[in-house]
């Protein structure tokens, strides 16, 4: 398949979010959707679906296949050993994280996160209404890192919850296995419950990997409920359907006191098209991540070489560049100056909440033109 050869017409012409929210001249490099053609068994399965016409009601509400599906790509791809009777099918991600801190957790008691992070944990936490600590990511040899010393501290007696972005949105780190065990031993020692978002985890570069957190050890996995999805990696995100994983009986049955009818029902094509993709589409994925790896290095190359003032580490794992603007000394956040100087829409480091102003978050799922387009429209925006 050639991932390079994309028609900015077809593109356009796309109905989702990405495409459709600025105006025609604006090039979109803002939310996490890719603009790749599909995998071809997906294209099949979307094909076959002309003729057969199957949209009745799915099997509900516990899908016999996908759970299945999911623990043996766990065990393929990440060595975790996933029971499928722990797995609940969900609409998406940040559903499993509302509904898991609306039942898992007392409205007195606090949750934490760690900062800058995908803004939905923000909203999820002030939402469902828990009093929110913060355990700001620092600057360290591998871009961001965990500051544990900080993080102690600010794990109060009333603290309940640790909402985990593991691949990390926006700072696109795959925390290694030892930052994950030293995690896991707080979270034992304080008795927090872990929420860790892995969506990102089939998105991880050569030289990082992957590593599920409730895979490092019983006691660790036992507090740990863990969502995924096929969405992110197979830029399916429009059909709607993920995956939890509970490392206990007792969390799972609480979770599951939300009355299903409250948790909303299962769409026919998400369920299928992430059986799908996590069974048959691999060959796909790998060819994506031997494009997406090399977007990484021409963005990390080009903001050297023509965005002085702009920094970025590159990231382990996502689509994503998290970008220091704040030497540039702009008047406004920079996610303004580049829409409308560059025409270019990325997202702004302000939604992902503290030490997010004065960077921006650019998408990089993208064919080599209209990358090179995005990136020559910043340098001409900054006068290069
Ligand atoms: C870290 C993270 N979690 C969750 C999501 C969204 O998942 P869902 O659409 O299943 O809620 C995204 C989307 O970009 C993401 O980056």
Request: aromatic share 8%; charged share 25%; net charge negative.
């Amino acid at each position: 398949m050639d991932f390079d050869r994309l028609d900015i017409v077809c593109l356009r012409a796309r109905r989702g979010e990405k495409w459709t929210t600025y105006p025609e001249d604006v090039l979109p490099a803002w939310v996490a959707d890719m603009d790749f053609p599909l995998a071809e068994p997906l294209q099949r399965y979307l094909d076959e679906l002309r003729q057969t016409q199957d949209l009745g009601y799915p099997v509900n509400p516990t899908p016999a296949a996908l759970p299945t599906v999911f623990a043996k790509r766990m065990q393929d791809r990440f060595g975790w050993s996933v029971d499928p009777e722990r797995v609940e099918v969900l609409t998406d991600v940040v559903q499993g994280l509302y509904a898991a801190l609306w039942t898992l957790s007392d409205p007195d008691q606090a949750a934490l996160v760690q900062t800058p992070v995908y803004p939905p944990f923000l909203s999820c936490v002030r939402e469902v209404g828990r009093p929110r600590r913060t355990n700001p990511l620092v600057r360290g040899e591998r871009g961001y890192e965990i500051d544990f010393d900080a993080l102690r501290a600010e794990v109060g007696a009333d603290t309940r919850t640790l909402l985990l972005c593991n691949p990390q949105n926006p700072t696109g780190r795959a925390f290694t296995r030892a930052e994950l065990a030293r995690l896991g031993e707080l979270a034992v020692d304080r008795n927090l419950l872990i929420l860790a978002d892995e969506i990102h985890g089939d998105l991880v570069f050569p030289g990082s990997e992957h590593v599920p957190i409730a895979s490092l050890d019983p006691e660790v996995a036992e507090r740990t409920i863990t969502f995924t999805s096929a969405s992110k990696a197979f830029n399916i995100a429009g059909l709607r359907c993920a995956v939890a994983h509970f490392g206990s009986e007792a969390l799972q049955s609480r979770f599951n006191s939300l009355p299903r009818h409250l948790r909303g029902g299962l769409g026919s094509l998400g369920l299928a098209a992430n059986a799908i993709a996590w069974s048959e589409c691999q060959p796909w994925l790998d060819e994506v991540l031997s494009v997406l790896d090399r977007n990484r290095r021409r963005v990390d190359e080009f903001v050297r070489e023509r965005l002085p003032g702009v920094r970025m580490t590159p990231p382990e794992a996502t689509y994503l560049a998290w970008l220091d603007c704040r030497e540039l000394e702009l008047e406004r956040e920079p996610y303004e100056f580049f829409l409308s100087e560059a025409r270019v829409a990325l997202s702004p480091g302000p939604s992902f909440g503290q030490g997010g102003r004065g960077f921006v978050r650019l998408n990089f799922a993208t064919g080599e033109a209209l990358l090179n387009e995005i990136l020559e429209r910043m340098a001409g925006a900054l006068g290069g």
